[in-house]
């Protein structure tokens, strides 16, 4: 059964830092895997998805790396805002439809 | 374009009443996708659609829950005889097909709480 866990679970830092949110999966054989942001009450935002074939995927501030091999991916935000304050989460797709889900990392991004 | 709906945005059931939840994808999504969240559990797979068809329901955690998906756009998942363990959100989601890269697209939630 795929685990996903995500490191740390809260992170809290001062605003223009840059960060590194981690995703480690138990089933390496993926299809793809995917970053969402989450805001308070609302639906998930999707990120970055990464194809099982692919190393990173780059938008804007951000920066998601795969390690496939080692179940392993990170997101990386680069000069962080105030607004990037939200729940990040993690999924992988070993199946056609399914995601697996981490449990989440809370940012908080402070002025 | 507009994104993908869900309705009601909350309702509050008494327990042992039978609720329905309604998704609208984004059009021209053939793949629709039903997830629950929850304090304890997290994000959790319930079931996904292509077109009209269910090909994996695995994640419907019993019998008292069913979805449907007609004409290939709207769902609905229905809670039957609730219990208060079904108190969470339910969210929806669409995408172009389920297999390949595609990018699965959340609604803002249904939040269900079972009194």
């Known amino acids: 059964k795929q685990e996903v866990t995500q490191i740390p679970a809260a992170l809290s830092v001062p605003e223009g830092e840059n960060l590194v949110l981690n995703c480690s999966f138990t089933?390496?054989?993926?299809?793809?895997l995917q970053w969402f942001r989450q805001d308070p009450g609302k639906g998930l935002t999707s990120l970055l998805l990464?194809?099982?074939?692919?190393r990173e995927q780059t938008s804007g501030r951000l920066n998601a790396s795969l390690d496939k091999s080692s179940g392993r991916s990170t997101l990386y935000i680069a000069a962080s805002q105030p607004g990037d304050s939200a729940t990040y989460l993690c999924?992988?797709?070993?199946?056609?439809?399914?995601?697996?889900f981490g449990q989440g990392t809370i940012l908080t991004v402070h002025p | 374009g507009a994104g993908v709906s869900q309705s009601p945005s909350n309702k509050v059931t008494e327990k042992g009443k039978d609720v329905e939840l309604r998704c609208d994808p984004i059009s021209g999504h053939t793949a629709l996708y039903w997830y629950r969240q929850s304090l304890g559990q997290g994000l959790e797979f319930l079931i996904y659609f292509q077109g009209n068809s269910a090909p994996d329901k695995s994640g419907l955690p019993s019998d008292r829950f069913s979805a449907e998906r007609t004409g290939g756009s709207v769902s609905t998942l229905t809670i039957q005889r609730t219990q208060q363990e079904d108190s969470a959100v339910y969210l929806c989601a669409s995408s172009l097909a389920a297999g390949g890269p595609n990018t699965q697209y959340f609604g803002p939630g249904t939040r269900l709480t079972v009194l």
């Open positions: 999924a992988v797709k070993i199946s056609y439809g399914k995601l697996t």
């Open positions: 990464i194809q099982s074939s692919q």
């Open positions: 089933d390496s054989a993926i299809y793809n």
